[in-house]
């Protein structure tokens, strides 16, 4: 497939007051793919892991997963950034309904589009990974375990087997058919 770019895909195709969380494991492609989807639907940026406080920051360094308790001061400083925000794309990775209930807190108009991958597949890219906090295959175990999948109701299921430019095509154009309902889940 060819890189993206504005001859092969349309422009902005969402309404400015979109708030998308790209969520999965650590290691899915959120930052990537969230960075790269943002700047194509003219939207802001945010990666979630620059909202840990330290000590959940060092926990991580040290291979310990955190725990709900941990994660709830970290979800509600996400939820807040979305509620000061009319627009936005946030890396997170809203494992559980739980989390995910924290987010769209009063933001029912938030999106999530789920990296899914296998374990081997981002286990292979966490060893490729540099300069990043998130260490150990004990940590990503962990991830896995606390990970309950969104269904299709919830969220835009996205195979990362994909290249970076189809990933991105493929929630470009289903992000277009987005329609939240009352209840905060999406229709795809």
């Given at each position: 497939?060819?890189?993206?770019?504005?001859?092969n895909?349309?422009?902005?195709?969402i309404d400015?007051?979109?708030?998308?969380?790209?969520?999965?494991?650590s290691?899915?492609?959120k930052?990537s793919?969230?960075?790269?989807?943002?700047?194509?639907?003219?939207l802001t940026?945010?990666?979630?892991?620059?909202?840990?406080?330290?000590?959940?920051i060092?926990?991580?360094?040290?291979?310990?997963?955190?725990?709900d308790q941990?994660?709830?001061g970290?979800?509600?400083?996400?939820?807040?950034?979305?509620?000061?925000?009319?627009?936005?794309?946030?890396?997170?990775?809203?494992?559980?309904?739980?989390?995910?209930?924290?987010?769209?807190h009063?933001?029912?108009?938030?999106?999530?589009?789920?990296?899914?991958?296998?374990?081997?597949?981002?286990?292979?890219?966490?060893?490729?990974?540099?300069?990043?906090?998130?260490?150990?295959?004990?940590?990503?175990?962990?991830?896995?375990?606390?990970?309950?999948?969104?269904?299709?109701?919830?969220?835009?299921?996205?195979?990362?087997?994909?290249?970076?430019?189809?990933?991105?095509?493929?929630?470009?154009?289903?992000?277009?058919?987005?329609?939240?309902?009352?209840?905060?889940?999406?229709?795809?």
């Amino acid at each position: 497939m060819s890189n993206i770019n504005e001859t092969n895909l349309p422009g902005k195709v969402i309404d400015e007051k979109v708030k998308i969380v790209i969520m999965g494991v650590s290691g899915c492609g959120k930052s990537s793919i969230g960075s790269r989807l943002a700047e194509q639907l003219g939207l802001t940026f945010f990666d979630g892991d620059d909202y840990h406080c330290a000590a959940n920051i060092n926990k991580m360094s040290q291979g310990i997963p955190l725990t709900d308790q941990d994660r709830q001061g970290w979800l509600a400083s996400l939820n807040k950034l979305f509620q000061q925000r009319a627009e936005g794309v946030v890396a997170c990775s809203a494992l559980t309904p739980e989390y995910r209930a924290i987010l769209r807190h009063n933001n029912k108009e938030l999106r999530f589009v789920y990296l899914q991958g296998d374990f081997e597949t981002i286990w292979q890219r966490h060893q490729n990974r540099a300069d990043h906090y998130f260490k150990g295959k004990t940590l990503l175990e962990n991830q896995f375990a606390t990970l309950v999948e969104p269904g299709e109701s919830e969220a835009l299921i996205i195979d990362i087997r994909q290249t970076v430019d189809q990933i991105i095509a493929e929630i470009v154009t289903k992000t277009a058919s987005f329609n939240p309902r009352q209840s905060g889940e999406l229709r795809v």
